[in-house]
């Protein structure tokens, strides 16, 4: 009886960090949402157009950024650690790194394409600054909330 209890006890401890975690990221999300939309001054019409666009590259970003970094974290864990890589796996990891960072730059070429024909440069300029602030904004205030 005293295993179960604690299992699910256990069990809504765990649910519940997943549904605080899930939260924390859905307020940067938002946050995110309305840093760029002042910072870019969309208007209705034109943000309409132009999030689920950047959704959809926020997405892939993340997918091939998760992939890139499991198939590093296996490695890793099999080899013992770095210090327990030969040269033959440390090549591995350097070319691996390589092959991601052309597909992150393959998606964002994509991405550039597609908001092209919904934003100006100058607002595409504007974008990639913003995200870059808002970047650095986040962690000001993850280190100060930290002090």
Avoid at 98 to 113: I, P, R, S
Wanted: aromatic fraction near 8%.
């Amino acid at each position: 009886m005293k295993k179960i209890v604690t299992l699910i006890i256990l069990l809504f401890v765990c649910l519940n960090l997943s549904a605080q975690k899930d939260k924390n990221r859905e307020k940067v999300k938002a946050l995110k949402v309305a840093f760029l939309t002042e910072k870019l001054n969309l208007d209705t019409k034109t943000a309409q157009k132009f999030w689920p666009v950047y959704n959809d590259h926020e997405s892939k970003l993340n997918t091939i950024r998760r992939k890139g970094m499991a198939v590093v974290k296996d490695k890793l864990k099999s080899a013992g650690g770095f210090d327990g890589l030969n040269e033959k796996e440390a090549e591995f990891f350097v070319k691996n790194k390589l092959d991601f960072d052309e597909k992150e730059l393959a998606q964002k070429k994509e991405f550039l394409t597609k908001i092209s024909k919904i934003l100006s440069y100058k607002q595409i300029l504007k974008l990639q600054l913003s995200e870059r602030e808002f970047a650095r904004e986040l962690m000001r205030k993850y280190r100060k909330k930290r002090k």
